[in-house]
């Protein structure tokens, strides 16, 4: 059964680095999404993209992020100049359609120190 | 802003019960989803409803999308250990690309 896979499954940084989170997305899906969720909170939407461009964001995804999907296969998350609360697991989905079933990753979790 | 409120927050249920829980909003939705998430762990789709009255079921679990397109449930019966877990309802704002998750029930079935 396809799946959404993400790399790296845990990524510890320090403060002010940037991070790249790499995901792929299930082959057959035009919609991908970030999502990230702080220990112990529920999930929250970050970015939706589709067509090689950024459709909806959330007010959490600032300057300080942006995605990328550079080849056929994969949807990164860069995030620059780390801050501690940017610690959290961050997923990425992906979805046949808009409005469809989303389908997550098993998430990456950032540490920033 | 907009958000998903679930109810209960958590709850203890005896290995064999049957389990409901909620989720509501004051805004009109089109597409319902119910996630389930372990720790550590990615959500996991259970069940997707697109029509409002829609009753749709997953093995033991059966959700329905409510009537007034603000609300859905979630029904879970016979439970069993393995049902421990948060549940999240998700919904995307009509005509956008953006899902809001819900606030989470927590589950936890006592053997």
């Known amino acids: 059964e396809p799946e959404v896979t993400q790399t790296p499954s845990h990524q510890v940084t320090q403060m002010g680095q940037e991070v790249i989170l790499r995901c792929v997305p299930i082959s057959n899906h035009l919609y991908f999404y970030w999502y990230r969720q702080i220990l112990g909170q529920k999930v929250e939407f970050l970015v939706s993209f589709y067509n090689n461009e950024i459709s909806e964001k959330s007010e959490i995804f600032d300057d300080q992020f942006s995605v990328e999907r550079p080849d056929g296969s994969n949807f990164t998350l860069k995030i620059r100049s780390t801050k501690l609360e940017d610690s959290a697991m961050y997923f990425c989905?992906?979805?046949?359609?808009?409005?469809?079933?989303?389908?997550f990753g098993p998430g990456t979790r950032l540490t920033v120190l | 802003g907009q958000q998903l409120n679930q109810s209960p927050q958590s709850m203890f249920i005896q290995e064999g019960e049957d389990v409901s829980m909620n989720c509501t909003s004051s805004s009109i939705f089109n597409t319902w989803l119910w996630y389930k998430q372990d720790p550590g762990e990615g959500p996991v789709l259970l069940i997707a409803l697109y029509k409002a009255g829609e009753l749709t079921s997953n093995g033991r679990l059966t959700a329905q999308f409510g009537i007034t397109r603000k609300d859905s449930f979630l029904n879970i019966s016979a439970s069993i250990p393995s049902d421990v877990g948060i549940y999240f309802c998700a919904a995307p704002f009509g005509g956008t690309y953006k899902y809001i998750f819900g606030t989470g029930t927590r589950l936890k079935v006592l053997a």
């Open positions: 989905a992906s979805s046949r359609d808009r409005g469809n079933e989303q389908f």
